[in-house]
């Protein structure tokens, strides 16, 4: 049977290191998931834990800070003041949009790597959604008002600026009996994002774009695998419209590299970094690490994520791993690994009633690791963001 660390052993491991670095997904780590991503909360008293660790904390998202759907908006909420976190600092620093929008505790943000041409589509992305999600529901669902499925539409589009995507939990709601009509529906979201894609194309952004589904069971031919629905799951709720190279183990190593900077002055991997410079393999990622960071500089290393995915594929005998988490996670055991640290990786188990995914209970693990994947979590919060943030403040006491 699996043996986890326990809360209290992996707090005593992180205080006993002076140069540490945890980086951290968010919805579903210290937000609760929920089927209409307007609705999502913060907790008021994580946030001014996150601001006890200054430098030692970074956000690793997919998500974004700014926008009417931004973190920034929940962190405003949660202190219930537009004001209070750009003037103390409480904003959640790091990295959002899976790499390319960064900002500090203050809310000062860039999106390195970023043309302005990919910016200005960007843009036009969440109208052309509008346009052909109408139509597929028009025909999918024909039977609801011209209200109700307003209200879907209008839930299912997030307008985030860097990342528009297409979230179906509320459109699953009404098939949810019918996992067969999941599957049509997940589908009928690829297409819509696919014809997105080849739109792209004709602005002269062949290279530009990539689709990213949450969760996924990884790569097949540079094309993420769609989990589809099974009885116990949805499976992929989410596909986001992104920048290429925007993948969180890019991510990991453009935080790295200011976390450097601003402890030595010096940036490992340049100033100009961005995650369209990164290597694209996990060997060629701890490989550049180790020819540019010296042991001393490279922090402990915590990660915590919750959307990891494992599925056997009995035609083929092999396993199929991916989730958005699975990467900059893996890739922080590995420099553990590599630097001879006592690296963290944390899972939280995120399922609920509004979002339901696999969860591990005690030594199952089913449909988030097996017996061959090299991933191994040091720690298992088994109750969801309520759980994680407790242990968090807990961690904060001590710096």
């Not at 996150?50 to 920034?72: I, P, W, Y």
């Not at 019918?178 to 994002?193: N, P």
């Not at 100009?272 to 060997?283: E, G, I």
Request: aromatic share 8%.
């Amino acid at each position: 049977m699996k043996s986890f660390r326990t809360k209290e052993e992996v707090i005593n491991t992180i205080i006993s290191e002076e140069n540490i670095l945890i980086v951290q997904d968010l919805d579903g780590v210290c937000i609760p998931l929920v089927q209409d991503p307007l609705k999502r909360r913060l907790n008021e008293e994580y946030v001014n834990a996150v601001a006890k660790l200054r430098e030692k904390f970074s956000v690793l998202t997919c998500g974004e800070h700014e926008g009417r759907r931004g973190v920034n908006r929940l962190v405003e909420k949660a202190l219930a003041s537009k004001t209070k976190a750009k003037e103390n600092g409480l904003y959640l620093p790091g990295l959002a949009a899976c790499g390319v929008e960064f900002q500090d505790r203050f809310g000062n943000s860039s999106h390195p790597g970023l043309k302005d041409k990919e910016i200005n589509f960007l843009a036009k992305v969440p109208k052309m959604m509008k346009s052909m999600l109408t139509k597929e529901l028009q025909i999918f669902l024909p039977n609801l008002s011209n209200e109700e499925r307003t209200k879907l539409i209008d839930v299912a589009i997030c307008d985030t600026r860097f990342t528009p995507t297409l979230n179906f939990n509320e459109i699953f709601t009404y098939v949810k009996a019918d996992f067969e009509k999941v599957k049509d529906l997940q589908l009928t979201m690829e297409k819509i994002m696919n014809n997105i894609l080849k739109e792209s194309n004709n602005y002269g952004l062949e290279n530009s774009f990539y689709l990213h589904m949450m969760p996924n069971l990884g790569l097949k031919e540079g094309t993420e695998i769609m989990k589809y629905a099974t009885k116990n799951e949805f499976g992929t709720t989410d596909i986001q419209f992104i920048i290429n190279g925007a993948i969180k183990e890019a991510g990991l190593l453009l935080l790295l590299n200011k976390y450097i900077s601003n402890k030595t002055g010096t940036y490992p991997f340049g100033k100009n970094f961005n995650v369209r410079d990164a290597p694209k393999t996990l060997k060629e990622l701890v490989n550049l690490c180790r020819d540019e960071i010296p042991i001393d500089q490279m922090p402990m290393l915590i990660g915590v994520g919750d959307t990891v995915t494992s599925s056997k594929d009995t035609k083929n005998n092999v396993w199929q791993r991916g989730g958005s988490d699975r990467g900059f996670l893996t890739l922080i055991q590995r420099l553990g690994e590599s630097y001879k640290k006592t690296n963290q990786v944390i899972f939280v188990n995120s399922c609920n009633d509004q979002v339901l995914r696999p969860r591990i209970s005690g030594s199952d693990m089913r449909g988030i690791s097996d017996p061959n994947d090299d991933l191994k979590f040091n720690m298992v919060i088994n109750d969801g963001p309520e759980e994680y943030i407790e242990w968090f403040k807990k961690l904060a006491r001590n710096f």
